[in-house]
C-alpha cells in the first residue's frame, strides 16, 4: 500500500511531523518506522542490575519512541539561540514563532507550566558580569523542564493520540536503504531486527528523523545516493560533576547555564550543555557497543551533585571528512581504558599529571552518582588540543562559579555528541533528492530537543500543504 508519507525515526521530529500533518488535516496514510521500542516498553535494566548490561539488539536509553533525549532528561530551550543553526536556514522570527506555537503543544499533553531561568533580571546580570570579566559568553535561555519521568509520560500520551489517529507504526524495524527510480525517493527498505524479515514501504514523501544516533547511518546513505552535503561539527568533551552547593545560585537564578568561551592557545568553541541541577550521571551504549556518558535529572527525585557537559567543537577541512569517525575513535579509545565502561577522574589529579583511584573517591565531598564508572585516567586517550581546552574552560568558569574548579570536580568520559554531516536543504527541507527530507539532529541543522520539535512542526505543515 502506498503511504503518503513515511518517517524514519520516532524521536522529537518525527513524532512532531506526524502530529502537525493530522493537525492541518493531512492525509492519514503515514507510517513511522522505528528501530527502538514504544515508549511503555523501554525499560533500563541498571536500576536493578547496578550496572549497563549494554542491551541488544539496542540501548533503552537511546533508541525507541521519543528517542534519547527525551528519555534522558527532557528540557526545552525556550529561545532560538539554543539548539543548532535551524533558525539560520528558516529564519529567527519563524523560529521563534514555531517555540512558542510547539511549547503550547507540550503544555496541552502535560507539560509542567513553570519555565525554569525567568524572573531573575539582576541576579542574571552579576552572572553576565563575572562571565564577562572570565572571557565567557552567557546565554539566559528560559527553559522548559520536563524531567526524565514526566518527559515519558508526556512522550506516552503523544504516541497514544497518533495511534488513536491511525498512524503506523511500526517498531522493532530498522530502516535499510532508501527506495530509488531514478532521481527520485518512492519510499524505504526495512528489516526487522529480530528476524531478518525484510519490508519494502512505497511512499509520495520520505522524511529521515533518525536523530543523533543516526547520524552516521544517514552518512552513509548521503555517499550512497548523492544526497547533498557538507562535513558538520563534532562536539568532544566531558560530563562535569560537582556538589549541588558549589552550583546553587547558577541552578536557582537560571537552572541551566549556558556558557560559551574560547580558551586560548586554540580557540575552538567550548560550551556548557545539559546542565542538570540535583541529576544524575548516566551512561548510554551505541550499535557498536561504544559506551558514553550523558546526564539526566527527574523532577521528583534528586541526587546531592549536578551535572553538565562541557564540549568542545572541531571542524575539520580537507582532506579530511569524517568527523563522526574520529570521535568514535575516541571514545573507543577511552572505553579500552575503561574496560568498557565510563571512566572518571579528578580534576585535581588532572592537573596533577596521576590517575584517579577508587579509594580517593570513596572518601570524597563529590560522590559519583554513576556508581561502576571506573577511577582512571582520561588524558591517555583524550587528545591534547580537546584537553587543554577543556582545561581551559573549566577555569574560566571557576571565576562564574567559584568552586567549580575545585580538586575533587569530576570529569567522565566520553561525552561526544555525534551530528551528521549537514545535509544541503532549502528552507522547506527539500534535499536535492525529490521526495526526500531530513529533520532534526540526524540532519545536522538541530542540536537538542525543542529545535528537533519545530523542525518537525515545520515538515508536517509543508507536507500538508503538499498532500491537502
Known sequence: MLRDTVIIGAGPAGIFTALELIRKGGPKKITIIEKGSPIENRRCPKSITGRCINCKPYCHITTGFSGAGAFSDGKLSLSPEVGGDLPELIGYDTAEQLIRYTDGIYLEFGADQHVEGVGNEQEIKEIRKRAIQAGLKLVDCPIRHLGTEKAQEIYLAIERYLQD???????????????????????????????????????????????????????????????????????????????????????????????????????????????????FVSQENYDNDLAVVNGHSYKEKKSANTNLSILCSHNFTEPFNQPIEYAQKIGELTNMLGAGRILVQRYGDILDGKRTWQKELDHANVRPTLPDAVAGDITAAMPYRTMTNIIQFIQAVDHVVPGFASTETLLYSPELKFYSNKVKMDDRFRTNVQGLYCLGDASGWTRGLMMASIMGVRMGRELAALLG
Request: charged letters at 25%; proline letters at 4%.
Open 165 to 279: 489517529q491511525g498512524v503506523e507504526m511500526l517498531f522493532g524495524w530498522n530502516c535499510v536503504d532508501l527506495r530509488m527510480e531514478g532521481s527520485r525517493c518512492t519510499g524505504v527498505l526495512c528489516q526487522r531486527a529480530s528476524t531478518g524479515e525484510t519490508l519494502e514501504i512505497p511512499a509520495a514523501h520520505t522524511v529521515i528523523a533518525a536523530g543523533r544516533r543516526g547520524a552516521d547511518w544517514l552518512n552513509s546513505l548521503c555517499e550512497k545516493h548523492d544526497i547533498l552535503h557538507k562535513p558538520g561539527t563534532v562536539d568532544i568533551g566531558v560530563r562535569v560533576e560537582v556538589r549541588n552547593e558549589v552550583m546553587e545560585e547558577v541552578n536557582r537564578v537560571l537552572y541551566e547555564s549556558k556558557l560559551i568561551g574560547y580558551p586560548r592557545p586554540f580557540k575552538n568553541k567550548v560550551r556548557t550543555f545539559c546542565q542538570n541541577p540535583g541529576g
